[in-house]
């Protein structure tokens, strides 16, 4: 969110043809909340194609990336690891802890698909739970930075965007940046 520290998001464990959808989600809410890149381990092409076309349309800046090793990124990211899992700690007993680091440190998310292994809860910092209750990842990824930036990132400006959704009491509306109503 243009802070001084880094936002990355990792998603692991995309499947293809099963999480595409969900995969796409979880890029475009770490766009939309706050987060400055989004990194996706797995054969995710289709998802970050989507989430650079909707960053070219709606602004940035955003950065979208594809890994075969989410392992080598965890191993050398120079800050702070989160990740979200309902087995963690209460979102509210951590998130100004999270917050402090972040104003030192880049701090990277990681959000689960499938069954995350044991070695992704040793290598984070903190192993956090928005509820300890089964949940959409994307739910838990859009609770949790909205925690993190306490909904600063709602207020975001957007550079380069060709599209701005204007907003309506009812319907929709998507104009080109510049034209009035």
């Known amino acids: 969110m243009q802070q001084e520290n880094e936002v990355c998001v990792l998603r692991l464990g995309h499947r293809p043809g099963r999480d595409n959808r969900m995969t796409t989600h979880v890029g475009l809410t770490a766009r939309a909340l706050g987060a400055d ?4 381990s797995g054969d995710a092409s289709q998802s970050a194609e989507t989430i650079a076309d909707i960053t070219d349309r709606f602004g940035g800046p955003f950065e979208v990336e594809v890994t075969d090793s989410h392992r080598k990124l965890l191993r050398e990211f120079d800050g702070v690891v989160v990740h979200l899992t309902m087995y963690g700690l209460p979102v509210q007993d951590v998130e100004a802890e999270v917050r402090a680091d ?7 998310v990681v959000v689960g698909a499938e069954k995350v292994s044991f070695d992704v809860y040793e290598a984070a910092d903190y192993n956090v739970g928005v509820t300890n209750q089964p949940h959409s990842e994307v ?10 930036f306490e909904g600063r990132e709602l207020d975001r400006e957007w550079v380069g965007a060709s599209h ?3 907003p309506k009491a009812t319907g929709k509306q998507v104009e080109p940046v510049g034209e009035e109503e």
């Open 37 to 40: 890149r989004v990194v996706i």
């Open 102 to 108: 972040l104003e030192e440190r880049p701090v990277l």
């Open 139 to 148: 739910a838990g990824l859009a609770v949790f930075l909205d925690r993190l």
């Open 164 to 166: 701005e959704v204007v």
